[in-house]
């Protein structure tokens, strides 16, 4: 079996400041995994995957994750945060599920950014 | 590309009756697509998994006559929620795996319907 979880369900933070938004796993299998970020009343959007190639992956809006092994951790980070990252985020693991991929989400976390 | 549409985006109704949401690949073919639930807050749950042409694969514990999900065509699923209750109020969301895909992120997400069950 799988699972995600997110270390706070709410991280706030000031306009230009680090984001580090925290997501540890459990897998039997090498995981593959995702963050993806939700607005409110629409649907997720994928920012980033690791899927077993580089452990640094690098996403989109700025936001990068690394995968480390030995700490079952995949945190999201984002060097200087914007108004316009306040959102909702989700880690999702996955692994091969026949042809399927079953995604299994985190509880989430809220991000708000202040000015 | 590689976009996906529900409708309605929201929809009220009473207590008793159906609903029916459509999730739709807009330019791309989808041999599986996903229903996800989503309540205030919380993260997504696997509801079930369509795939083309044959019957739906259902998580543990969602009532697979409650919650009936046609998949008739490659750019197309449904999910009927039947004889609807106040807490079958949620957010729900697809999402579609592009046909032929061999990866493992080609998954693209609807907007969601919001349901609220008077």
């Known amino acids: 079996a799988q699972s995600v979880t997110q270390l706070g369900s709410h991280v706030s933070v000031s306009e230009g400041a680090l984001v580090l938004l925290r997501c540890n796993y459990s897998?039997?299998?090498?995981?593959?995994l995702f963050w993806y970020v939700q607005y409110p009343n629409q649907g997720l959007q994928l920012l980033l995957k690791?899927?077993?190639?580089?452990?640094l992956v690098k996403g989109i809006n700025g936001f990068e994750a690394e995968f480390k092994k030995s700490e079952t951790s995949f945190h999201l980070t984002k060097p200087s945060a914007h108004m316009s990252d306040a959102a909702e985020y989700f880690c999702?693991?996955?692994?091969?599920?026949?042809?399927?991929?079953?995604?299994?989400f985190g509880k989430g976390t809220l991000l708000t950014v202040n000015p | 590309g590689a976009v996906v549409s529900q409708h309605p985006s929201w929809v009220i109704c009473k207590s008793g009756t159906s609903v029916k949401i459509e999730c739709r690949s807009l330019?791309?073919?989808?041999?599986?697509m996903f229903w996800y639930r989503q309540f205030p807050k919380q993260s997504l749950m696997l509801m079930a998994t369509?795939?083309?042409?044959?019957?739906?694969?259902?998580e543990q514990g969602v009532e697979k006559d409650k919650f009936l999900i046609n998949h008739a065509s490659l750019t197309l699923s449904t999910l009927t929620v039947t004889s609807a209750h106040p807490e079958d109020s949620s957010f729900y969301i697809c999402?579609?795996?592009?046909?032929?895909?061999?990866?493992?992120?080609?998954?693209?997400f609807g907007p969601g319907t919001r349901l609220t069950v008077l």
């Open positions: 999702a693991v996955s692994h091969s599920g026949g042809s399927n991929y079953k995604l299994t």
């Open positions: 369509s795939n083309e042409g044959s019957k739906a694969t259902y």
């Open positions: 690791y899927t077993s190639a580089a452990t």
């Open positions: 330019d791309f073919q989808a041999t599986t």
């Open positions: 897998s039997s299998v090498p995981p593959y």
């Open positions: 999402s579609a795996r592009l046909a032929g895909a061999t990866g493992v992120d080609e998954q693209f």
